[in-house]
């Protein structure tokens, strides 16, 4: 039988890139059938008067919610699709990407997430460079996200086994869902295809709001894992430096720095250094130190 696939798109404050968003939807050609369902949190720029042209196709409702996952939430308890796609109201798929998907998923029936390759997109929809999408290793996760969130489909049923969202979450909801679905034993497939554009942008959340998105992410790792992963750590480091525009050019300051601050966000999370953090800030130190005192030499 034909598979039944539902596309969710929560919306607030997007309608410049909304159109394209919906239109990728639509276009998408397979032999089952589609249910897009566009959750608007109650926009003012226009998002309501794109959705009221919008043909029956497209299912939607405008109303203030609790942010991102509140939105997704919402259209996942009106989903019936046998298949769901999240697309954020920025994002697009590629044509074929829907069919793709589930093709990977018909073939694999023990396999109820499937994930492909993406492109990151400037406003115009023009590649700035590839996603870096890796091969299924549930401990690499802990480590990075490698998922990239509109080229993922997953079958309805993971929503009884491990429940929506997390709606307290804003920045890393979608990260946490793949760990919990990992976590409860789910199977995931990498699909070798690319299947979406994930557009950055300046009110992009994750580029405007860097220390509070790795604060959110090391907070919800804690709940996982007994030790926040040094590359997280490293990576809220380098937020803090670059939110106080200290930067590697900075010479002897910038290693220095991110190594202190790397420091402190271990003993902030895991109450501890690792041996591999103190290996890897001390060489970082004696490296900006050796080249430190050449310059000084050559003068």
């Known amino acids: 039988m034909p598979p039944s696939v539902s596309v969710i798109t929560p919306s607030y404050n ?3 890139f909304l159109e394209r968003t919906i239109q990728s939807v639509l276009s998408q050609q397979f032999s089952g ?3 897009y369902l566009v959750m608007d949190g109650g926009s003012t720029d226009g998002t309501v008067a794109i959705l009221q042209q919008c043909d029956s196709r497209v299912q939607w409702v405008s109303e203030k919610d609790r942010g991102q996952a509140d939105a997704v939430n919402k259209g996942l308890g009106k989903a019936t699709g046998d298949v769901i796609g999240w697309l954020n109201s920025d994002d697009v798929y590629y044509p074929g990407a829907i069919a793709a998907a589930c093709e990977a998923l018909d073939s694999h029936p023990e396999v109820d997430v499937v994930y492909g390759d993406a492109n990151h997109i400037d406003e115009h929809d023009g590649i700035l460079e590839p996603y870096p999408t890796e091969p299924w290793n549930f401990d690499r996760l802990l480590e990075t996200c490698y998922l990239c969130q509109p080229a993922v489909f997953f079958r309805k049923r993971v929503l009884d086994r491990c429940g929506p969202l997390n709606p307290e979450l804003h920045f890393c909801l979608d990260y946490e ?3 919990r679905l990992a976590a409860a034993g789910v199977k995931f497939l990498w699909l ?5 554009g994930s557009r950055l942008h300046a009110e992009t959340k ?4 860097r220390i509070r998105f790795h604060t959110e992410i090391n ?3 804690r709940r996982y ?3 926040v992963p040094d590359p997280w750590l490293f990576s809220y480091a380098h937020a803090v430096l670059d939110e106080k525009g200290i930067s590697r050019s900075d010479g002897l300051r910038f290693p220095l720095l991110v190594s202190a601050h790397s420091l402190r966000a271990a003993l902030r999370w895991n109450h501890a250094i690792s041996r591999q953090m103190t290996k890897t800030t001390g060489s970082w130190a004696i490296v900006a ?3 430190f005192c050449l310059r000084r030499a050559a003068k």
């Open 177 to 179: 869902y793949w760990i």
């Open 289 to 291: 130190l050796r080249n």
């Open 219 to 221: 907070d919800m790792l």
């Open 206 to 209: 994750t580029c405007g709001f």
């Open 14 to 16: 997007q309608g410049r």
């Open 192 to 196: 070798r295809r690319v299947l979406a």
């Open 33 to 35: 059938s589609l249910e």
């Open 225 to 227: 894992v007994p030790r």
